[in-house]
């Protein structure tokens, strides 16, 4: 856990300033400040399935801390970085090492679990991620606003994420978590990269990913443009993180006691709950006696809140669900599946709800959130619950 908050803390104090740094340090424009950070998620993405067949093909501590060196190094390129196409370069390659180590440091958590705790200790895993998100950002917009100093924000990037390397070099495993599956031409099938006994729970997480994936890049402008809130972004943000935060306690029970598919169930109709009181309250603000500003506000954040906790039981839900239909020596690849899907997700919803809210505006873009939301609880108790229940490993 520790680990992984040095590694989410070190991407989240960059992730907020580095479109200010290119425009100030390198006069970059918008569409090019858009490419340049783009590819670091594409590279990760396309990491990510040969992550978990690394993590499944030979030690796993070995390739979880070559994976956090390359992360933690990469910092050092953004310093001596010194024309835009250097730092286009060392930006795009640092999402390798990105989507590598995200997808070992969870094997390697869930091999340090006991058996008896492992479905509860990955909700708890996960408040690392949700804790460093509140934090970080919040930290780095401090520190520059005091400093202007972007050369001290990745030179603590770098610091914050040795320090994580140091902490995960100390992590003891079984023999068992060695794996020794042999490669070869004749072993290297689709299942060493996709969890194919999984395909479903993993088509299921795009629906969710989609969603969050419209929702985090349109929410300013839409607030904007809608609502008419110049504000309040980060606000937005730091009450869905505290919703996640929240729910991974409340939550911890349910998994504790194996309860995952009605924990699922439960984060799903929350989420759905707070995307439609999103995109609806604006449109029912004439029903009510307040003020349509006020109710925009209650929408707005409490659609936050509300999105924080829904996410906060479905995304350990999801996870668990994965790994528990995958034997050990797949737990990796279980790992690659579920993060691919939700970027899937995430990389089609910034596309399509970009081309709907240029066609459409962004009202219709949240009106197709919502519908997908549904589309996915749908699919999940009509197909994915049983499927789940089916192929679960004892």
């Known amino acids: 856990m520790t680990a992984n908050f040095a590694l989410f803390f070190a991407f989240y104090l960059l992730t907020p300033l580095l479109p200010l740094y290119l425009y100030e340090t390198f006069g ?65 390659l640092h999402g390798g090492p ?23 200790g990955i909700g708890y895993y996960g408040l690392s991620n ?31 994420a040795l320090f994580g ?85 409340q939550g911890g029970k349910a998994l504790r006691e194996g309860k995952l598919a009605q924990n699922a169930a439960e984060g799903m109709v929350i989420s759905l709950v707070g995307y439609t009181l999103f995109i609806l309250m604006p449109t029912l603000s004439s029903l009510f006696p307040l003020p349509s500003y006020i109710l925009h506000l209650i929408g707005y954040y409490g659609s936050a809140l509300l999105i924080g906790l829904g996410n906060g039981h479905l995304w350990p839900a999801f996870q668990n669900m994965m790994i528990s239909v995958a034997h050990h020596n797949e737990r990796g690849t279980a790992n690659s599946t579920i993060l691919v899907s939700w970027d899937c997700g995430m990389g089609l919803g910034i ?10 505006g962004y009202s219709a873009a949240f009106w197709t959130v919502a519908l997908i939301n549904l589309a996915g609880v749908t699919l999940y108790f009509v197909r994915t619950r049983q499927f789940f229940i089916v192929r679960r490993l004892s």
């Not at 690394?54 to 910092?75: E, G, N, T, W």
């Not at 024309?83 to 286009?88: C, E, G, I, M, Q």
């Not at 990105?98 to 509860?120: H, Q, Y």
């Open 98 to 120: 990105f989507g590598a180590v995200t997808v070992a440091n969870s094997t390697v958590a869930i091999d340090v679990l006991p058996s008896s705790r492992r479905n509860e």
């Open 165 to 249: 390397l140091i902490v995960d070099s100390t992590v003891t495993l079984n023999k068992v978590s060695s794996s020794k599956f042999q490669v070869s031409s004749s072993a290297l099938r689709l299942d060493r990269f996709f969890l194919k006994s999984g395909w479903l729970i993993g088509v299921n997480m795009v629906f969710f990913g989609f969603c969050f994936g419209v929702l985090s890049n349109y929410l300013a402008i839409y607030g904007k443009q809608v609502l008419g809130m110049t504000g309040g972004t980060g606000a937005w943000f730091m009450l869905c993180s505290i919703g996640l935060i929240l729910s991974r306690l």
């Open 351 to 360: 596309l399509v709800g970009g081309i709907i809210a240029e066609l459409l």
């Open 130 to 160: 949700n804790l460093a998100m509140a934090i970080s950002p919040t930290f780095a917009i401090f520190v520059y606003s005091e400093t202007h100093n972007f050369q001290l924000l990745f030179w603590l990037a770098f610091a914050v």
């Open 28 to 92: 970059a424009t918008k569409d090019v400040i858009g490419l340049v950070l783009s590819g670091y998620t594409i590279v990760a993405l396309l990491f990510r399935p040969f992550s978990g067949f690394f993590v499944d093909s030979f030690p796993r501590k070995m390739v979880l801390l070559i994976a956090y060196s390359a992360f933690a190094i990469f910092f050092a390129g953004y310093l001596a970085a010194s024309s835009l196409l250097l730092f286009t370069i060392v930006r795009t």
